[in-house]
DNA sequence: AATAAATTTGACTCAAGAGTCAAATTTATA
DNA sequence: TATAAATTTGACTCTTGAGTCAAATTTATT
């Protein structure tokens, strides 16, 4: 019996526990991310943060650290996914173009989709975080600039200064945070579908 | 004499320092305007703003009634001279797409050169100036985008849905002012005309 | 039901920064 | 040099919003 409760307490309950905190605490960043994304980092507050969620500002301190914290972590929630969006396409695709073509329309993909949208507000955080913040978007820019130049190695993308190439191609997608609102008048999929169309012929030496 | 210096009281003086406040406050919100861009509006203090024209804080509300007038200003003054390049290029160019790539290039032009920079935050404005700035926004969107519609209609430009094209190619240059550092690696020049190379070929129709 | 841990809250403090204003200073004019 | 207008300032006030904390409430366990 107690050795049965003693279990309960050691592998149950603390696991529950701690996935539901967990849960919550992801929910806290998400929904703060979203208003960030809507108002501006300044112009949302931690108490209309709260309100959201059906709290008070003060609960909000029991999931994280600081305004800032929220902040850093959007940001890298973000840039993990796009990690991972990277590793996903590695195995696929023959040319650099079409490797491009994958992982550019998954990165338009995952910005039409819940509420994942890549903030600008890096001057908002501090020295350090701002930091890791910058080499992850520079560890992405890198990623495409790879695959671009793989392009222009193999021939299927025009040659052309790779960096200013892929800028080109980045704003395109961080502009979508700006103007896109799920359930519009064209669907997420259709956007990511065009945007690759248009990064394509963009990009790609003519056959 | 006394006629005289009515006269002068009345016509030469008044000019002078009429054009001199206005020179100077043109010079506070270009100034503002920079410091905002680089570090964002509300990282950005009036106390900073002003001491980097040598003034203290008090000095630039002899000049604007406030900080949001600034942001205000500044948005229209770049909104002011992307009319002003739309009205410059209306005679230009044959096709459709001439005409996009004429106006695209000057756009990208501007905005490699002097402090002009599309600000993004406006969130941070009141409700009627926030309202102006969208209208103004929007009327330069409804330019470029009556250029690619041309270009569709006579065949210069490939058919797509124009008003995601339209924001693709505005997000590439919105992004611009978050990477391009003048007198960076690469001359404002050159990203101009990469930027035209780039856009065209996303956007013509193969001959 | 009693207890302990986890969660949430009301009522604070504190700092930063926008904005004000009467007084000081500078500049131009006669 | 005297004077009047334009410009600038130091020393304020006021508001907003982040962050804290002891106490209240809720949830799970026996």
Redesign the pocket.
Known sequence: ??V???H??AE???F??EA??NA?RRAVIRSAAAAFRRRGY?????????KSL????????????????ILFEAHIMVYDKMDELVKAVRGQGDTGLEKLQLLYGEFAHMLTRDGLALLTDIDSLNGENQETVLKRRGKIERAVTRLVEKGMADDSIKKADAKVTVFFLMGALNWLNVWYEAGGRISGDDIAQQFVAQMSVGVANPT
Chains 1, 2 share one sequence.
Not at 42 to 50: D, Q, V
Not at 54 to 69: M, N, P
Request: charged fraction near 30%.
């Open positions: 019996m107690s049965t409760s003693q309960k307490l149950n309950r603390p529950d526990r539901q905190y919550k300044h112009n949302a507050s931690m108490t209309e943060i709260a059906g709290l008070t500002k003060a609960a909000l301190y029991y999931y994280v650290k600081s305004k800032e914290e």
